[in-house]
């Protein structure tokens, strides 16, 4: 079938805001977004940027705003969307070059909340273990992939750029429901700042976001939870 | 060395190193406030909505009847939990707002002080009505205003 892609695109070389670029091209319904615009970069128009890597969902390189929805690419198909599709950078964070955008202030966010293991005892010969029932405390914020889609559809991050964010909240809350991790008190500290987990609005944008199906608002009132607790 | 080590060591200078070296509970307060005062309100605003328009006729409401009901205790203390929860919770989501909305430092400043005064005024003039007024003197004020 025949679909009219609209692509926002910009070149910080050559132009001084974002225009609309208008594309016409044959789809087959069960084509994803990404091979549509694979097609576009590799057929029709070479100077198009943007990221993508594996291409199945795993590696959250090719979040983008798809129709009105931060998605990502690789995983919506064009029969979901129609014949009418609209493609731009995901907001809040400043455009590098069409589809691309500066991802630095949301790993300078994701760095902030400590997310690794912290454990200052000595390993033991072992494994640390863990009961199954302790581990699926914080199933749901293990699958993060880092894409952005949450913290760029957050409208507190639209406006206030220092929001620490939905992602780095769910990636906190992967260590801070650890049963083996020690780290809990100082994530906390980081995330009860002016600008930490107290500035989001519970508007679920982030929720409905997730190509990972995380609960991320409910996450974000878990580490709230805590907080009333430890803090 | 690790970044509130190193923030204290010397002035913030990056968005880490201020987010590092600042350490308050307040918005922790003001969250479990919000949740608190948000259930008190349901059924105080119900109850005042209840009293004022269904529990009497409107038709029937004057000075005298105004006058009459703000003098028992009970309705004082009523629409005194009613006014402190209602203003500190709106005007903390208006702050929210504000917070959330308004970037510039100077102005952010400038749009609280606006809402903590205006708030305020209200507040003392909602303490006033409530405690404050000898509705003899009021009476007989409002009664000259409508014989002039």
């Known amino acids: 079938m025949q679909i009219n892609v609209k692509i926002k695109r910009f070149d910080p070389e050559a132009d001084k805001r974002p225009y609309w670029a208008d594309y016409t091209l044959e789809a087959r319904g069960s084509d994803r977004v990404l091979d549509v615009i694979n097609h576009i970069k590799w057929e029709v128009d070479g100077s198009l940027a943007f990221r993508r890597s594996c291409a199945h969902g795993i590696c959250g390189s090719d979040a983008m705003l798809i129709n009105g929805v931060n998605r990502l690419a690789c995983k919506v198909l064009v029969q979901d969307l129609g014949t009418k599709i609209v493609v731009e950078p995901i907001r809040g964070l400043a455009i590098k070059k069409d589809l691309i955008v500066d991802m630095e202030p949301f790993f300078d966010s994701y760095r902030a909340v400590l997310p690794y293991f912290i454990n200052d005892d000595p390993p033991p010969p072992t494994e640390r273990l863990q009961s199954p029932e302790e581990r699926a405390v914080f199933d749901e914020t293990t699958k993060c992939i880092l894409c952005a889609a949450c913290t760029t559809s957050c409208p507190v991050f639209w406006t206030n750029g220092s929001y620490i964010g939905p992602a780095s909240i769910v990636n906190a809350h992967r260590f801070i429901f650890d049963s083996r991790d020690q780290g809990k008190l100082e994530r906390l500290k980081v995330l009860n700042q002016g600008s930490g987990l107290w500035r989001c609005r519970t508007a679920y944008n982030c929720t409905e976001a997730c190509p990972r199906d995380i609960p991320v608002t409910q996450a974000i009132e878990e580490v709230r939870r805590e907080m009333l607790w430890r803090a | ?148």
Request: glycine share 6%; charged share 20%; hydrophobic share 55%.
């Open chain 2, 1 to 148: 060395m690790s970044t509130a080590q190193r923030a204290k060591a010397k002035r913030p200078r990056t968005f880490d190193e201020a987010r590092a070296m600042a350490s308050s509970s307040s918005e922790l307060g003001w969250w479990v406030f919000m949740r608190i005062s948000g259930m008190l309100l349901v059924p105080l605003a119900f109850i005042h909505l209840w009293a004022n328009n269904m529990a009497f006729n409107a038709g029937e409401i004057d000075f005298a009847y105004v006058v009459a009901r703000l003098q028992q205790p009970g309705v004082r203390i009523f629409n005194s939990f009613l006014l402190l929860f209602a203003m500190l919770h709106g005007v903390n989501g208006l702050r929210y707002s504000i917070e959330d909305y308004v970037r510039r430092p100077e102005r952010r400043f400038l749009w609280k002080m606006i809402l903590f005064t205006v708030a305020g005024i209200i507040f003392i003039f909602g303490v006033m009505t409530l405690w404050a007024f000898t509705y003899e003197e009021m009476g007989s004020a409002v009664r000259a205003l409508g014989s002039e």
